[in-house]
């Protein structure tokens, strides 16, 4: 007996034919209960199925096995049909075809027209769509009656795409009433009039009445309209099908609801697949479809990236995936399906695409039924016309080893990644789900100009940095800090609470906050000290490094400091600059989080307002080097997923201890004053917050401004008290920085060895807990378990203020000889709540 499918049900449904074992028509089972019938070419039931949907104008939907929507189809299939209309078009249309313009329809035939348009060869391609843009203007617009969503907009990026008088191809997957084309081509013949127009479809399934009709139409506004299909025939409907149809499809909702909340369930239990983000490496400026225009040069550009990109995904797959689907989304066919196509050529794999969609079809596990399964999911591109459900049919018990999920930036939000949202959806029913994103292309305003090497602006528009003193306490030329405000949000935790979370894996350290420590008088007394000791060989420091960038890296760079340690240096290298040589440098604060990289939206934000090649990267010093890998690897991803390329991620630094980059102002180690204080020396800025729930796919890290404690601000007086002191520096600052850029500086990360050595020698056996250096000793005494201080035997002045919040945590100080730095924080291994942070026992548990 057939019965409707709930997604959560496992079982092996192999689809690409329209017939199936025992030579069963997948339309029989609509046919032989609501006694609908195609009669036409023999071809008509190979290419379609039968389905019914809640639509209250039209209960059937034929299914096409060709057109990679609904059903999974091997990509070469899907391409070559369109490809092959194509090219009937184009010796249809003779000399004429190299003036023609090809036209499909949203949702489905997005990918079939940009098909036909590359078997066309020379023809320029724009879809349908009912995704506005903000900032393009229609070009003009019309309804389709019969369709799940109705409203169609033609959003060209160039006005005149539209406003030739050469031939005017429109493509859908099937051409049933006509009402569809005579509503396009009323609205573009009043405002674009031309002599000719081309049908395309792959089936024609007009009755008679509505042929003679279109005819009609053309003779009337006085020009030619070819129809061009692979099969053609009629689709006889019974009297009462619409309401025979509701009926059929509320019983069987009804018989599958009881069962759904359980299924889903199972399925969730059942399947866990990992999904994993892959990097296309999509060309930096090419449209992700013909949305607002697909030239024959985009064609091109397309054409040459697709290996690379293809072998990126096959770099990706698990070892031993024999069946593989790739998924579009919505009106993106096209660009999935070129990738599935050439994952198929390059893997030799078994490749199937098929892709999402906004229509309700009812799902039946039944031979004679073309839609088997069906998978639920919310909408995640914050459609114009509100939330709603999405769909995947056929990809539920199809037996794939893994799916590679292919959106859109646009569609790459925080509903995507949630539970129940597509990919977890997928997750339960592949062992491996990878997602990759094409950028959202947008086109500029069109009063804009651009210049030919400009940066591309990011599709999903960044707001502008924040600044004091609505956002921290330094004036706004300081800085801009390209974060979200959370201040806001309740995200400070216990200092204990975190660190047994953090080590037990159950929370990273950038998804909370530690509690601001609010220093004692006695404390904030030894900041002074220091400040007053240090501020001139800090000031020679800034002096050193701003000198070697602007030699060496860029004479008017971009200075992009990693908050918020790095932030007060790079404030002091854009001071320096100005005092020395009379430039006003920009300079912003950004995030980066070990174990997640740089915040990848602030490279897209830098990319669109600089060149990338002047960026340099700003921090306050260096410990054994675990942020400079960070870095590197970070923007090494980012370049190759995005396509941007010249950011240079050698950080500039005051120090250098661990002798990990080449551009530092000084290689020892000693007490940098603002690593004594939190928020209070940094602008009353937090560090910087990194979770799903409160940082989107399109939002910059977050971050808290605490003003509540601005009485006890000191950050811009610890500037003032640096930069004074640059008139008695600068001379010899600049001296010794000519000295530098003439030696070796290479890092010989001599610091990372180090690190590892103290890792085994007590027993840690973990290197994230090994802090080297004065910078990364203070931050385990103010915010970790501390375990114990290594300090080197007959360190000064520099480790007073690290002994007083030692003897404030009850942390012991043990001296030892030949230690590389100045002094080590080692925080609590295996720490939990009840170990105290000088009992020494954790390590032996």
Not at 387 to 415: C, I, K, L, Q
Not at 500 to 517: K, W
């Amino acid at each position: 007996m057939e019965k409707a499918v709930n997604e959560g049900e496992r079982r092996t449904v192999r689809h690409g034919a329209a017939r199936t074992g025992g030579d069963v028509w997948s339309g029989s089972w609509v046919a032989q209960r609501l006694g609908v019938e195609l009669v036409g070419d023999d071809r008509l039931t190979e290419l379609l199925g039968l389905a019914l949907r809640r639509n209250p104008k039209r209960a059937h939907l034929l299914v096409s096995h060709v057109l990679g929507k609904h059903v999974p189809q091997s990509p070469s299939v899907v391409y070559g049909h369109g490809f092959a209309l194509g090219r009937r078009v184009r010796e249809l249309l003779g000399d004429e075809a190299g003036r023609a313009v090809v036209l499909g329809y949203a949702e489905t035939a997005t990918g079939l027209g940009h098909s036909v348009a590359d078997g066309l060869g020379l023809a320029p391609y724009l879809h349908s769509t009912r995704r506005p843009v903000p900032g393009v203007a229609a070009a003009g617009g019309f309804e389709e009656s019969h369709s799940h969503a109705t409203s169609h907009l033609l959003l060209p990026e160039d006005p005149e795409l539209l406003a030739g008088d050469g031939p005017l191809v429109l493509v859908d997957d099937e051409f049933s009433t006509g009402n569809t084309v005579l509503n396009t081509i009323r609205d573009l013949h009043a405002r674009y009039p031309r002599r000719r127009y081309v049908v395309v479809a792959l089936v024609d399934v007009r009755s008679p009445a509505d042929a003679g009709r279109l005819q009609d139409f053309a003779r009337g506004i006085g020009a030619r309209v070819d129809l061009v299909t692979t099969a053609s025939g009629t689709v006889r409907l019974p009297e009462g099908v619409l309401e025979k149809g509701r009926e059929l499809v509320a019983r069987h909702e009804a018989e599958s609801g009881a069962g759904a909340g359980a299924a889903e369930s199972a399925a969730a239990a059942a399947g866990a697949g990992r999904i994993t983000r892959v990097g296309l490496g999509w060309p930096r400026g090419l449209p992700d479809g013909g949305r607002h225009g697909f030239t024959p040069a985009h064609r091109a550009r397309l054409e040459s990236a697709l290996p690379a990109m293809a072998a990126r995904i096959a770099e990706a797959l698990p070892d031993g995936v024999r069946r593989v689907l790739v998924l579009g989304f919505e009106e993106l066919m096209y660009a999935p399906l070129r990738l599935a196509r050439e994952l198929e050529l390059v893997t030799g794999t078994e490749v199937r695409f098929s892709t999402t969609t906004r229509s309700p079809v009812l799902a039946v596990d039944d031979p004679g039924y073309a839609i088997r399964t069906r998978l639920v999911f919310p909408a995640h591109d914050d459609p114009a016309d509100g939330p709603g459900e999405r769909y995947a049919y056929n990809v539920a018990g199809a037996g794939f080893d893994a799916v590679v999920a292919v959106v859109d930036s646009a569609a790459d939000t925080p509903a995507l990644h949630a539970p129940g949202g597509l990919l977890a959806r997928l997750a339960a029913h592949t062992p491996q789900v990878l997602l990759a994103v094409v950028p959202s292309y947008a086109p500029a305003p069109s009063n804009a100009p651009v210049a030919p090497d400009a940066p591309e602006r990011p599709a999903t528009m960044l707001p502008e940095p924040l600044r004091g003193p609505a956002f921290s306490s330094y004036p706004p030329e300081e800085v801009g800090w390209l974060l979200q405000d959370l201040s806001d949000v309740t995200l400070e935790a216990p200092t204990e609470e975190r660190e047994e979370a953090i080590q037990s894996g159950g929370a990273h350290y950038a998804e909370s906050l530690p509690v601001e420590y609010q220093p004692s008088e006695q404390y904030q007394e030894l900041f002074r000290a220091a400040l007053d000791a240090s501020a001139a060989r800090l000031a020679h420091a800034v002096g050193v490094v701003t000198e070697t960038v602007l030699t060496e890296r860029s004479p008017r760079p971009v200075l992009v400091s990693l908050a918020r340690a790095g932030t007060p240096v790079g404030i002091l290298m854009r001071r320096w600059a100005r005092y020395r040589h009379g430039l006003d440098l920009p300079h912003y604060a950004v995030s980066i989080v070990r174990g997640r990289g740089i915040d990848t939206n602030a490279l897209r934000w830098l990319a669109a307002h600089h060149d990338p090649r002047d960026v340099v990267f700003v921090d306050g010093w260096t410990g054994k080097g675990a942020i400079t890998r960070e870095l590197a690897q970070a923007v090494a991803e980012f370049e190759k997923a995005e396509g941007i390329t010249g950011f240079d991620p050698e950080i500039a630094v005051l120090a250098d201890p661990g002798s990990c980059v080449r551009t530092y102002g000084t290689r020892e180690d000693y007490l940098i004053p603002s690593a004594c204080l939190n928020s209070t020396v940094s602008g009353l800025v937090s560090r910087t917050v990194l979770r799903a729930d409160l940082v989107g796919p399109h939002d910059f890290h977050g971050a808290k401004f605490y003003r509540e404690l601005a009485d006890a601000d000191v950050s811009v007086a610890f500037l003032d008290a640096v930069s004074d002191r640059f008139p008695e520096v600068a001379d010899a600052a600049c001296a010794q920085a000519k000295e530098l850029l003439a030696t070796d500086r290479t890092p010989t990360w001599e610091g990372w060895a180090a690190v590892e050595r103290i890792s085994e020698e007590y027993g840690i056996h973990d290197v994230n807990l090994v802090k080297p250096g004065v910078g990364e000793t203070t931050r385990v005494l103010l915010r970790r378990v501390p375990w114990k201080v290594l300090a080197r035997a007959g360190a000064g002045s520099d480790l007073d203020h690290v002994r007083l919040l030692a003897e404030q945590r009850g942390v012991p100080v043990e001296e030892v000889a030949d230690l590389p730095y100045t002094c080590v924080g080692l925080i609590h291994p295996r720490f939990t709540r009840g170990a105290t942070g000088a009992d020494g026992k954790a390590v032996t548990l």
